[in-house]
T-cell receptor, first 111, second 112 residues
Framework: RKEVEQDPGPFNVPEGATVAFNCTYS??????FFWYRQDCRKEPKLLMS???SGNEDGRFTAQLNRASQYISLLIRDSKLSDSATYLC????????????FGTGTRLQVTL | DTGVSQDPRHKITKRGQNVTFRCDPI?????LYWYRQTLGQGPEFLTY????????KSRLLSDRFSAERPKGSFSTLEIQRTEQGDSAMYLC??????????FGEGSRLTVL
């Protein structure tokens, strides 16, 4: 089983739609969680951190469910510029401070 | 400082040759990471440094791969006796402690 699992998509949605991505992680000792965005042929960039209480940044909302080891990202009012791959990322903490990335979920927003 | 820089951006080599990639992190960042990414996959962890110390190395990394960060600043990743399966984008990232990772644009390797 992969450490971080995501549906690779693609998700094709019309402009203005609401879309949700899910991610599960296998290591219950994981401590920090993030969503990164990667545009085609570009490097990944941090979109937002994910907190147990849930957090919102404009049209983006991230949720964490530690009991189910599940992370979500909700995008409201999708824009063409939201088209990208969204990577779910987990840090285990302690000396094993690497970030483990999921395979990413590709989103294509269309007119 | 405009961010993490990697060199070369593209490298084409023949199977069996050695290649070396360089990464210059953001200057005040003490942590430096190497990842590998192939088409349709997320970045796969290779190794990371805190200052000059290599703290973790992926079990997936064969002994043909070696990385150094001799003075705690720039880092090099060397691949010896390259194989076609080594073809990938090699991404370097840096961070200040456990803060946000900032990635470079990557070094694309093609092994013929």
């Amino acid at each position: 089983r992969k450490e971080v699992e995501q549906d690779p998509g693609p998700f094709n949605v019309p402009e203005g739609a609401t879309v949700a991505f899910n991610c599960t992680y296998s290591n219950s000792a994981s401590q920090s969680f993030f969503w990164y965005r990667q545009d085609c042929r570009k490097e990944p960039k941090l979109l937002m951190s994910v907190y147990s209480s849930g957090n919102e940044d404009g049209r983006f909302t991230a949720q964490l469910n530690r009991a189910s080891q599940y992370i979500s990202l909700l995008i409201r009012d999708s824009k063409l510029s939201d088209s990208a791959t969204y990577l779910c990322v987990v840090r285990h903490g302690g000396t094993a401070s690497k970030l483990t990335f999921g395979t990413g979920t590709r989103l294509q927003v269309t007119l | 400082d405009t961010g993490v820089s990697q060199d070369p951006r593209h490298k084409i080599t023949k199977r069996g040759q050695n290649v070396t990639f360089r990464c210059d992190p953001i200057s005040e960042h003490n942590r430096l990471y190497w990842y590998r990414q192939t088409l349709g996959q997320g970045p796969e962890f290779l190794t990371y440094f805190q200052n000059e110390a290599q703290l973790e190395k992926s079990r997936l990394l064969s002994d043909r791969f070696s990385a150094e960060r001799p003075k705690g600043s720039f880092s090099t990743l060397e691949i010896q006796r390259t194989e076609q399966g080594d073809s990938a984008m090699y991404l370097c990232a840096s961070s200040l402690g456990e803060g946000e990772l900032f990635f470079g644009e990557g070094s694309r390797l093609t092994v013929l």
